[in-house]
């Protein structure tokens, strides 16, 4: 399974060869990890800069924190903070840019802006607005990565049953809105939605989500740096660093195409050591 994304400045990303890396670029005052550390645009340059040149293939440009507890904000903060930095990003960076929202408004502003592709926290499916985020994926032609989320940790069937009903109806909203399907990118939501031992057991078996109906997709893996690694090795969110690492390792060997962390040069290390033990 190979996917080639081609976006309308030449920048491109191909799938299912090599695995890809994700560098997280927050600029939040209150990211559970590293919030405040890169909230001006200066700051925030260079990490996206040190980023490219340790190994990142996509930067994933956030505005908002997603951390257990965080109270959304409104479209139009979102956008009030995001846009200086993805303006600035965007003019300097060599890879493609994600920003990384559940609200249509703000993904259209940053589309708008140049954006190349989307990270929605819940999956097309936020509950304000329904089916409004594969629109817009749909009217700019880009790639969303579509996660698997919920509001509390029960559930009443086998998870992995639960999630893929779940991205089912993510493709019948991206069906409805015209988003071609060769454009999603699946994320099982580590963190979201699930306790530690759910988020293991998910990262087990995290390799029966990637086919649907014969078709098999990509899948972007999220496990850096969360506090199921806090859970199992009772180390502070600083020290997390290798036990991501493992999550990636094996992760890979389920099948993630992408891996999105914070520590992009030993983890693209791993990455590229895992690819050649496997033979990508």
């Given at each position: 399974?190979?996917?080639?994304?081609?976006?309308?400045?030449?920048?491109?990303?191909?799938?299912?060869?090599?695995?890809?890396?994700?560098?997280?670029?927050?600029?939040?005052p209150?990211?559970?990890?590293?919030g405040?550390?890169?909230?001006?645009?200066?700051?925030a340059?260079?990490?996206?800069?040190?980023?490219?040149?340790?190994g990142a293939?996509?930067?994933?440009?956030?505005?908002?924190?997603?951390?257990p507890?965080?109270?959304?904000?409104g479209?139009?903060?979102?956008?009030e903070?995001?846009?200086?930095?993805?303006?600035?990003?965007?003019?300097?960076?060599?890879?493609?840019?994600?920003?990384?929202?559940?609200?249509?408004?703000t993904?259209?502003?940053?589309?708008?802006?140049?954006?190349?592709?989307?990270?929605?926290?819940?999956?097309?499916?936020?509950?304000?607005?329904?089916?409004?985020?594969?629109?817009?994926?749909?009217?700019?032609?880009?790639?969303?990565?579509?996660?698997?989320?919920?509001?509390?940790?029960?559930?009443?069937?086998?998870?992995?049953?639960?999630?893929?009903?779940?991205?089912?109806?993510s493709?019948?909203?991206?069906d409805?809105?015209?988003?071609?399907?060769?454009?999603?990118?699946?994320?099982?939501?580590?963190?979201?939605?699930?306790?530690?031992?759910?988020?293991?057991?998910?990262?087990?078996?995290?390799d029966?989500?990637?086919?649907?109906?014969?078709?098999?997709?990509?899948?972007?893996?999220?496990?850096?740096?969360?506090?199921?690694?806090?859970?199992?090795?009772?180390?502070?969110?600083?020290?997390?660093?290798?036990?991501?690492?493992a999550?990636c390792?094996?992760?890979?060997?389920?099948?993630?195409?992408?891996?999105?962390?914070?520590?992009?040069?030993?983890?693209?290390?791993?990455?590229r050591?895992?690819?050649?033990?496997?033979?990508?």
């Amino acid at each position: 399974m190979e996917r080639i994304y081609r976006f309308r400045d030449g920048k491109e990303l191909t799938l299912g060869g090599r695995t890809l890396v994700m560098g997280i670029l927050n600029v939040t005052p209150d990211s559970f990890s590293d919030g405040g550390k890169w909230n001006t645009r200066d700051t925030a340059l260079r990490h996206m800069e040190e980023m490219v040149q340790d190994g990142a293939d996509i930067i994933d440009l956030g505005a908002e924190s997603s951390r257990p507890g965080f109270v959304p904000m409104g479209a139009a903060e979102e956008m009030e903070r995001l846009m200086p930095f993805l303006e600035t990003v965007l003019a300097e960076c060599p890879v493609p840019v994600s920003v990384d929202t559940f609200k249509a408004e703000t993904a259209r502003a940053a589309l708008s802006a140049g954006a190349h592709m989307l990270n929605d926290i819940w999956g097309l499916q936020y509950a304000e607005e329904t089916g409004a985020m594969a629109r817009v994926a749909a009217e700019a032609n880009v790639p969303v990565v579509v996660m698997h989320n919920q509001n509390g940790t029960e559930y009443q069937e086998d998870i992995l049953g639960k999630m893929r009903v779940f991205f089912e109806r993510s493709f019948a909203l991206a069906d409805a809105a015209g988003l071609s399907r060769e454009k999603i990118i699946l994320d099982p939501g580590i963190g979201f939605g699930k306790t530690a031992e759910q988020n293991m057991h998910v990262l087990r078996r995290m390799d029966e989500l990637v086919s649907y109906d014969g078709v098999e997709y990509p899948v972007l893996l999220g496990a850096s740096r969360k506090s199921f690694i806090g859970a199992a090795l009772g180390l502070p969110v600083e020290e997390r660093m290798e036990a991501t690492g493992a999550a990636c390792v094996l992760g890979i060997e389920r099948g993630a195409a992408i891996v999105r962390v914070h520590d992009v040069k030993p983890i693209a290390r791993m990455c590229r050591m895992t690819d050649a033990i496997l033979g990508a």
